[in-house]
């Protein structure tokens, strides 16, 4: 369970280190979309905060439940295929 936060809060970092640091890297690049990035990161300044909250809460999420998928989904997926 701890590694699992562990491993969502590494997952909001890099959407971090995405969200905030490749912008201002593309700054002197003269790359024809890096223009674009740039504007798309000023509107869009305040939504960074939420996506990371929601990075962490959907990768948390998703690896607290994927034992209980792995053993009740794909179980029942696999009894499908068989011919008993």
Do not use: H
Not at 17 to 26: A, F, G
Not at 58 to 80: R, T
């Amino acid at each position: 369970m701890a590694s699992d936060l562990i491993i969502a809060i590494i997952a909001a970092m890099v959407n971090i280190v995405l969200s905030l640091l490749l912008p201002p890297l593309l700054k002197d690049s003269n790359l024809p979309f890096s223009e674009q990035i740039r504007k798309n990161y000023n509107c869009n300044r305040d939504i960074i905060m939420v996506s990371t909250a929601l990075t962490i809460t959907f990768v948390y999420i998703s690896l607290q439940i994927s034992p209980w998928v792995d053993k009740n989904i794909f179980s029942s997926l696999a009894k499908l295929g068989s011919k008993d």
